[in-house]
């Protein structure tokens, strides 16, 4: 039965039980292709006339399936992520596409294909660095990917195609870059955990629906009646995957409001458009290898030079952080990251020298994939927050 | 003191009886740092490179350059005992304590390198210390904690990184059309535009016959590697034991500076391998009770349980860790850049179709293709080695060889029977490893041998 709910309402609801409407579609006769990460490319599962899914975690749910196939050293999201597939929660996905995002991205897609039945799967090997090789190489690998996506939906990715399914990406960019705009004022229009469920449910959704979900959010938060107080810390939080409330939810309940965020289900996905190129697999291919920041790839100050400049290359790595806390008013920085996600936590003295350098406190939280294990962590904030004003 | 302990010559009282011809390729290891000193001393280029796998070696012979491995430093200051301040002091630095081992190891040295001691090596560090150096040579191959390790250390060291990409497809998709040789145009030009860096960074040309030379010296010397490890060591007793195999495999893994010499040095193993098979000798002084395979990089603080374990009769025959594999026919290729990559880089049809039987090989591939996976492709070494059973190291700090492992127990298990045991610690860190505890897990996984060495009876498997 069709809902009636709408904006944030509609959010929630689908953010409680994310896949009933993947399942509606699937019943009608479309396929549902699931994804882990990033780093797959969306448009081009759109363009084949599939539903781009994707694949998170449940928080709230213990592990216990996935033990027997990974170890227990591997961070406890993909774990989760392979623990729930394992349950067959995701049973109604009719393939899944795979990046290589971090190592154990590239142990999932082996895993998955033998206990999972699954009728497609696709593996994109994503390179580490910006070098001209890595662009072309990857270009060609994407390539790759067309001929097994069509094959798998039947549908010819022409550039036509591609072209239109880019364009709806870029706008449901330009409007989480509209919600996101509302967090500017002091107190913000909307919580760090009301812009989580959100995000998350235009993950769960075709890119129109998810588009339109996003109007009607924007439309009711400005002219909802501000629910938000003013608090002392107006906060960033960086680092690894957070696919439930619970992280977010513990800092909001105590005198900070998260008013920017670096992670992936946040702006990382959203604050840079896909280019229109003439051959839209190229404005693509730069995307996905070089626009989105998540610490897995490489970036440098400068390529082959003969000396090594820290303040440079800390500059050339974290430099749109600087602009976020100078847009967003930032007094404060979360630096958190899952255990044994290597790709962020290589980043954290780093990180920890650029905020300094800026003269804003951080402090790093690392934390397993729980709701019990963030117990802990909230005097660590509430730390924070007694430095910051 | 443990390692003036360990290079004791060999002796039938111990538990391991070490090949005689072990000893001087260990030596090669010493002499590496060594040679680093005295180049660092007298101004001469030098670099902290990575394992890659084999491409940075013939291009840094061809400049003269002299390398130290961080990764192998963090071996040689765990199983020196002297690795837990530098650990302590890669905490105080804010790194993480899941990172890898080996990067935590150098991160400590460095801070205290060239924060503390103004570029002064510290004089705890083993071996002579790591002179500083005048490029950073990071590599994809392997893991991509890799990526991020060098970078980090521009906090301490102002020279500059290089990172050699490598492709790092699944198994389904390397087989798609063109794939190969789409993944050796890119390293051919990642190795291009990394020579050009290097000629501009040391103002000096790479020597294209040395390179050249050295590409066939060193394939001539991991042929000979390769027989050992691959062919001899499947002999039944095993007449070499992991820690031979830890001890000697260096110059095949990080770099042979001169792999002529080298691979004389592997004849002289190879010859002594093969008189012990002839006489039936194992590779301990005690009777075979167990062929055992360990996965997983190895506790190099705590090597004494390959010893321990010795005494009860495990010959551990078989590492998953690194074994060139037969080599693809590349001698006409004249650009001998394309001639190391397609030597280095191999084909994975090429490689299932080297590595069994064609109707195996066959079937394989069509799992592959159709299945996406093929359960046999990744434990063939249960059945090659004759293995009772399997230890596999899950390091904490590693995620990149412990995160399959559960997956691949169950595989040998399907497979082929055979058992296996995950022990738990880490290549670095001393802190994290019970011995007494994984003790009693080996000891009470005999009974799980036991029991297995009947079922593979009752199912006609050969041992």
Redesign the interface.
Known sequence: MPTTLMGLDRAREIYSDRSQRAKELRRNGKKITGYICLYPVIEMITAADSVPYRIFGDLREPITKA?????T???SFMRSCLDIGLKGRYDFLDGVV?A?V???T??I???W??TIPTKY?????T???L????R??FR??LD?FR??LEAYTGVKLTPERLKKAIQLHNTQRALVRELYEMKKPDPPLLSGVETLIVLKTIMSLPVEEGNNLLREVIQEVKTRHNTLTKKKARLLVWGSVLDDTAFIDMIESLDANVVIDDTCVGSRAYFNDVPMTSNPMDGLAQYYLSDIKC??T?K?A?H???????KA?LEARFGYLKEYTRDWNVNGVILQ?L??C??H??????L??YFEDLGLPSI?L?HDYSVAALAPLRTRVQGLTEIIG | MTMEKAIRGPSPERPINRLKSMYPLRALVDETYRDTLAAAKANKPVAWSMLDFGFYPPILNALDIEAVYPENYGTVCAAAGVATPFLDRSEAEGFPTHLCGYAQNCFGYAARMFHDLGGKIPEEAPQGGMPKPMVLLASGAACDARFKWFQSLGRYIDVPVWTLESPRSSMKESLMPGAYEREVDFLLRELRDFVAFMERLVGKKVDWDRFSEDIDDSRAMDAVWYSITDELRTARPCPMHTRDHYSAMNSSLFRAKDPQRVKKLYEDMYDEVRARIDRKEAGINRPEKYRIGFFGLAPWHALVLFDKLAERGWNFVREDYHSPRPLPEVDKIQDPLERLVKYRHREVRQEIEAEFPPNEAEEILRDIKEKGFSIKSGVRFGRKYQLDGVIFHSNLTCRQMSGTQNSRQKNLLEAYRVPSLIIEGDIVDARLFDMEGTMKKCEAFEETMEYYRSVRAKEGLEW
């Open positions: 033990d027997s196939h990974m170890a050293v591997v961070c795979f290589h971090c190592d154990v590239c142990m897609p082996g895993i294909r033998q799967t696709h593996f994109i090997d390179p580490h660095t070098h001209p090789s890595s072309e190489y060609t690998l790759d001929v097994t610490p897995r490489v440098e400068e082959g030079g003969k000396r090594k400049d820290y290359d990251s255990r044994y290597d790709g936590g290589y980043e954290v003295p780093g920890k020298d790093y690392e």
